[in-house]
């Protein structure tokens, strides 16, 4: 199935399977997304069980390990959960997200979320609570998707590239559309989940009659 919405001028979104849709498109020239990690979340009773979460649905193609050879040959590249592929990475850098904003470890969660860029530099450190109930930003907003980042995150990587025009293959609840609105940065997104193209669809649209006005 693949529906494409056009939410503004230079916003893009298309419902179907990213590896069918990103080899159609031209002009991209930076990649950023929170793709499957291949760490298979799994609802259970009681929030039990590996790598599972109270009340979190099972993501589609996150049972399978993540290849993201077909990622990798865009001007620029950031992945996040980079930790779980990075045998599969080619050099470059790494960015660390610092979930407790520099407080003390409190609880069995990791503490950062890691990701990689293709180009070689300095490895840095972004440091904004957002962990379980404690959230630094979007205090009163709802948390649309299982593994959702805060907008003022992908907004800093969106700052580290140059291009204009940003694509999230694995947009989710598009969070990096949001913040691509934020920032006046042109947005293609690619979700395959109807339900998170949708609510993504929503939440940028909101986001750029928010920046009309």
Not at 98 to 115: R, T, V, W
Not at 121 to 148: L, N, V, Y
Request: net charge neutral; charged share 25%; hydrophobic share 35%.
């Amino acid at each position: 199935m693949t529906r494409k919405e056009t939410i503004a001028e230079g916003v893009d979104l298309y419902l179907g399977d990213c590896r069918e849709i990103l080899p159609s498109l031209a002009g991209v020239e930076a990649l950023i997304s929170d793709p499957p990690y291949g760490i298979a979340h799994v609802k259970g009773a009681g929030g039990k069980g590996k790598h599972n979460r109270r009340n979190i649905a099972p993501i589609i193609g996150d049972a399978s390990p993540f290849d993201p050879a077909a990622l990798l040959d865009y001007p620029d590249v950031i992945l996040w959960g980079a930790s779980h592929y990075a045998q599969r990475l080619p050099h470059g850098r790494w960015y660390v997200w610092d979930k407790l904003g520099g407080m003390e470890s409190y609880d069995s969660f990791s503490d950062i979320e890691i990701a990689w860029h293709n180009k070689r530099g300095a490895e840095r450190i972004f440091r904004h609570m957002w962990k379980g109930i404690c959230q630094g930003s979007e205090k009163d907003a709802t948390r649309e998707h299982p593994t959702q980042k805060p907008i003022v995150l992908m907004e800093w990587c969106i700052k580290q590239v140059p291009g204009q025009i940003i694509c999230d293959p694995y947009m989710g609840s598009g969070t990096t559309g949001v913040a691509c609105a934020n920032l006046g940065r042109t947005f293609i997104g690619i979700e395959r989940e109807v339900k998170y193209f949708d609510i993504a669809c929503r939440r940028i649209e909101d986001s750029q009659r928010q920046m009309r006005l």
